[in-house]
């Protein structure tokens, strides 16, 4: 740093007025408070929050499943000779 500085006075900043003025909105349209699923489903993991990994389980051992039937089932009737390929 060099030893010629430079002094300035900094004035504190004055109180000014909202150069924005606030506008209130109106009322807004009442929702119904009916349950809707988001809600029914957020209940529910709430409560017991494995169910959905659970679900998410259930869904991809369908799908394993399906997926080596379906090729068991190819080689079978391929071994039969009723797939010609």
Same mark, same amino acid.
């Given at each position: 740093?060099?030893?010629?500085?430079i002094? &300035?006075? %900094?004035?504190? *900043?004055?109180?000014?007025? *909202?150069q924005? &003025?606030?506008?209130?909105?109106?009322? @807004? *349209? &009442?929702v119904? @408070?009916?349950l $809707?699923?988001?809600?029914?489903v957020r209940?529910v /993991?709430?409560? &017991?929050? !494995?169910?959905?990994?659970?679900?998410? $389980?259930? %869904?991809?051992?369908?799908?394993? !499943? /399906?997926? %080596?039937?379906? %090729?068991?089932?190819? !080689?079978?009737?391929? @071994?039969? $000779?009723? !797939?010609?390929?």
């Open positions: 740093m060099s030893s010629a500085a002094r &300035q006075v %900094i004035e504190e *900043p004055k109180e000014s007025k *909202p924005l &003025q606030v506008v209130a909105r109106g009322p @807004q *349209p &009442q119904e @408070q009916g $809707g699923l988001s809600e029914a209940k /993991t709430d409560d &017991q929050p !494995l169910v959905m990994v659970f679900v998410a $389980g259930a %869904i991809a051992a369908v799908a394993a !499943l /399906t997926f %080596i039937v379906s %090729i068991v089932m190819w !080689l079978a009737l391929r @071994q039969y $000779g009723v !797939l010609v390929f």
